[in-house]
């Protein structure tokens, strides 16, 4: 079955960076388009960037453009969102997603960022 499994976050202060990874597997990762949304506390899950299978990025969050981008290596099965000049609004719970493996694709289990001095 599908799995996609997030790493990287933590605990990072104003202006810091952060790598996110996620592996996935089940499926043939180099067909899909990938995408990243976030969570933060008490608000809706947001799309973030999405990388096509030709590494097109497109970012959909207007506050992350210029500081985020994703990046993927078919090679790994691994999608990447690199984020930098992070700011306390970014901290949210991040998820990848794949538009495979039923309604409404796959996530995974998402990975927990905060931003705070």
């Known amino acids: 079955q599908v799995q996609l499994v997030e790493s990287g976050g933590g605990l990072v202060q104003p202006g810091g960076s952060l790598r996110l990874s996620c592996a996935a597997s089940?499926?043939?990762?180099?067909?899909?388009?990938m995408y990243w949304y976030r969570q933060a506390p008490g608000k809706e899950r947001t799309k973030v960037a999405r990388?096509?299978?030709?590494?097109?990025?497109?970012i959909y969050v207007d506050s992350v453009k210029g500081r985020f981008t994703t990046s993927r290596d078919n090679a790994k099965n691994t999608v990447y969102l690199q984020m930098s000049s992070l700011k306390p609004e970014d901290t949210a719970v991040y998820y990848c997603?794949?538009?495979?493996?039923?309604?409404?694709?796959?996530w995974g289990q998402g990975t927990q960022v905060t931003v705070s001095s």
């Open positions: 997603h794949a538009p495979y493996g039923g309604i409404g694709g796959s």
């Open positions: 089940g499926f043939t990762f180099s067909s899909y388009a």
């Open positions: 990388i096509s299978t030709t590494d097109t990025v497109t």
